[in-house]
């Protein structure tokens, strides 16, 4: 089955940009999704189909997917945008969804 | 404004069953695909099941795969999750998603999420 590979954290001064990679073998093929995951609460999509944003999402955040990786980018990072975030992608081979590991991103 | 609400998590015991509902109201509801997704204490999320707009099949994680049941009641705009031979490791947060497709997956997404219930499997 497809495999979505993570790093397990990431770390941005505030005010910088975070850069949040999500590899799979010919990703670039497939539509990638981002998802943000903090205690307590409800998932929330971040960005859809590689680089587009739902509203409500600042423009801050951007994706983008080359090759075998996708990247989430977070700029202006901030605070509040500590949490886990999670990249997605339908297998079709499998007629599954799959999720990466997730990468905790820590402003500092 | 779109609502999903997971009922039903609890206490289970290994190799017991639990049913959980995930009642959803605010769009039409057989206009989209469904699925449920868990995460573990201290694990990233593992998608479950989902379910078509329409209903009919079901497909599964293989971690699942035999042992629970999804299916949806699209008059009461509500899903369900029937789990059995329940094992420790199925102790999780079980969110329901709404899918942005009825009956494809190829280009859709998990536009809204539930807030998730508890089960936990222990002895």
């Known amino acids: 089955s497809y495999v979505l590979t993570q790093p397990s954290s990431v770390s941005v001064a505030p005010g910088q940009t975070a850069a949040i990679p999500c590899g799979g073998h010919n990703i670039d093929r497939k539509s990638v999704h981002w998802y943000q995951l903090r205690p307590g609460r409800a998932p929330v999509l971040v960005i859809y189909n590689d680089n587009d944003r739902p509203s409500g999402i600042p423009e801050r955040f951007s994706g983008s997917n080359s090759g075998n990786t996708a990247t989430l980018a977070i700029s202006r990072g901030e605070a509040g945008d500590e949490a886990d975030y999670y990249c997605q992608v339908w297998d079709s081979s499998s007629d599954q969804w799959v999720f990466g590991g997730g990468t905790k991103l820590t402003v500092l | 404004e779109v609502q999903l609400l997971e009922s039903g998590g609890g206490l289970a015991q290994p190799g017991g069953s639990l049913r959980l509902s995930c009642a959803a109201s605010g769009f039409n509801f057989n206009s989209h695909a469904v699925s449920w997704v868990r995460q573990a204490p201290g694990k990233g999320l593992e998608w479950v099941s989902g379910?078509?707009?329409?209903?009919?099949?079901?497909y599964y994680a293989d971690s699942v795969k035999g042992r629970f049941t999804m299916s949806r009641d699209n008059s009461k705009n509500t899903l369900y999750l029937q789990m059995a031979s329940l094992r420790a490791e199925d102790t999780a947060i079980y969110y329901c998603?709404?899918?942005?497709?009825?009956?494809?997956?190829?280009?859709?997404?998990?536009?809204?999420w539930g807030q998730g219930t508890l089960v936990t499997v222990s002895s």
């Open positions: 379910i078509r707009g329409s209903g009919g099949s079901a």
């Open positions: 998603a709404k899918e942005y497709y009825a009956e494809s997956s190829e280009g859709s997404f998990f536009q809204n």
